[in-house]
């Protein structure tokens, strides 16, 4: 098994509508991340959580949201998706002196 | 603000030649560096790391980077390309004290020719 498994893979949605992208980790890490790919600009990190009761924004956290359900899981949110959030997403965790872990990636396009 | 840079967005090389991948990164006090490789369709996954331990790093695939910072940079380099080395390569940069957050470069292309 992974050991970031990110929920759905794939994923179509229409402007406007609520979505939520799963994240569940076997690490044993308190950190998770979710980052934002896009062609030419490389990942941008969306929010960060150090464990369970600290979440905080990185450099692009506007229109998301997330929570931090337990150690293992970080889910994010789009509450009114749009088409510039039409992206790959990656959720990553990592030890306090780890390489951060990535899942294999949720294509979103947003219609 | 921290900060890393790759030279070229897009790098071709015929099989068996050298690969270098550039990258650089700003700041006075030396950070941890890493390359990570995207094959398309994947994640990510690490191919190597500096962690303020020995300036040559050895990593997977027989990729390896030296850390040099007195030009502030953590260069990709392989003696030999071969075919399924063509992906995306990542540099990124994590400081001290800023809670494990990666910054990522946007990303080198290598596409390795016949």
């Known amino acids: 098994d992974a050991d970031v498994t990110q929920t759905p893979r794939n994923r179509i949605t229409k402007t406007g509508k609520r979505i939520m992208l799963e994240c569940s980790q076997t690490?044993?890490?308190?950190?998770m991340y979710w980052y934002r790919q896009d062609p030419g600009l490389g990942l941008r990190l969306i929010y960060y959580?150090?464990?369970?009761?600290?979440?905080n924004k990185g450099e692009i956290s506007d229109g998301y949201s997330v929570s931090r359900q337990a150690q293992a899981k970080f889910s994010l949110s789009l509450e009114s998706a749009i088409p510039n959030q039409t992206a790959l997403y990656f959720c990553?965790?990592?030890?306090?002196?780890?390489?951060?872990?990535f899942g294999q990636g949720t294509r979103l396009t947003v219609v | 603000a921290q900060s890393v840079t790759q030279l070229g967005s897009h790098v071709s090389v015929s099989e068996g030649a050298l690969v270098l991948l550039r990258c650089n990164y700003s700041?006075?006090?030396?950070?941890?560096l890493f390359w990570y490789v995207q094959y398309p369709n994947q994640g990510l996954q690490l191919l190597l790391k500096y962690t303020s331990a020995a300036t040559l790093v050895k990593g997977i695939n027989g990729f390896e980077a030296e850390f040099k910072k007195s030009e502030t940079s953590f260069h990709l380099t392989k003696p030999s390309a071969h075919m399924s080395d063509a992906a995306e390569y990542f540099c990124a940069v994590r400081y001290t004290g800023g809670g494990n957050k990666l910054t990522f470069g946007t990303g080198t292309q290598l596409k390795v020719e016949l």
């Open positions: 959580s150090f464990d369970v009761k600290d979440i």
């Open positions: 990553a965790t990592s030890g306090s002196n780890t390489e951060a872990f």
């Open positions: 690490k044993g890490h308190d950190r």
């Open positions: 700041s006075s006090v030396p950070p941890y």
